[in-house]
């Protein structure tokens, strides 16, 4: 059974740099059946796509963030990792990795509460 699970610290300061892992068990990231994303949700509002690494370790990023997102990915510890650049308490939200197959968000993480606070 494919598992997602986030890790990485619950708090960020503004300004700095927020970093997630997402550890993906039971299938290859490199696997030309999937591509993996990173979505979030602030708190009472909906849910964000912030961008996905497909199988050859290419990118794409939403408009609204590209130009603070970077998504990379580890093949030997079958991870990929989300880095959101000068962060603002706007930027507070559970972050969820999700694997995507065709236009479906079919296998999500549990979700990781990131809190931007000095």
């Known amino acids: 059974q494919v598992q997602l699970q986030e890790s990485g610290p619950g708090l960020v300061k503004p300004s700095q740099t927020l970093s997630l892992t997402c550890t993906v068990s039971?299938?290859?990231?490199?696997?030309?059946?999937?591509?993996w994303s990173w979505i979030r949700q602030p708190p009472g509002k909906g849910l964000e796509w912030m961008g996905v690494?497909?199988?050859?370790?290419?990118?794409y990023y939403s408009p609204d963030l590209k130009s603070r997102t970077s998504i990379s990915r580890d093949t030997s510890k079958n991870q990929f990792s989300l880095q959101l650049y000068s962060v603002t308490p706007e930027d507070t939200a559970v972050y969820y990795c999700?694997?995507?197959?065709?236009?479906?968000?079919?296998?999500w993480g549990q979700g990781t509460l990131v809190t931007v606070s000095s």
């Open positions: 999700t694997r995507r197959r065709k236009l479906a968000f079919e296998v």
């Open positions: 690494i497909a199988y050859d370790g290419s990118t």
């Open positions: 039971d299938v290859s990231i490199t696997s030309s059946d999937y591509a």
